[in-house]
């Protein structure tokens, strides 16, 4: 079993940047490939970053590319996304997610562990 805990979510304005860690505990963390996605109301579950088990390799969803940075820290078994030039369709509850195996996907059933998420509002 795996707990994934998020924090660092928040309200701010358009332009600002917030960043969001997410800590595992359980299973080995180093060897899962780590994702975040979002959901805003009224709207599907969408990838935006995920990362492989080492790090090596990461891919963003369209809206994150240039804007959004998923970083891993294995030694302290967090990931983080660091989120700038915040828009207010940026708005989303963030979740992180963890998979059983090590590579790089963007598909919510490839992941198998999930957070409860943090809040992210960006007001224009």
């Known amino acids: 079993q795996v707990q994934l805990v998020e924090s660092g979510g928040g309200l701010v304005q358009a332009g600002d940047s917030l960043r969001l860690s997410c800590v595992a505990s359980g299973r080995t963390f180093s060897n899962s490939a780590m994702g975040w996605f979002r959901q805003a109301p009224g709207k599907e579950r969408e990838f935006v970053a995920g990362?492989?088990?080492?790090?090596?390799?990461?891919n963003y969803a369209d809206s994150a590319k240039g804007r959004f940075t998923i970083s891993r820290d294995n030694a302290k078994n967090t990931v983080y996304l660091q989120m700038n030039s915040l828009k207010p369709e940026d708005t989303a509850v963030y979740r992180c997610?963890?998979?059983?195996?090590?590579?790089?996907?963007?598909?919510?059933?490839?992941?198998?562990?999930w957070g409860q998420g943090t809040q992210v509002t960006v007001s224009s």
């Open positions: 997610a963890a998979s059983h195996r090590g590579g790089i996907y963007w598909q919510l059933n490839d992941y198998n562990y």
């Open positions: 990362i492989s088990w080492s790090g090596g390799s990461t």
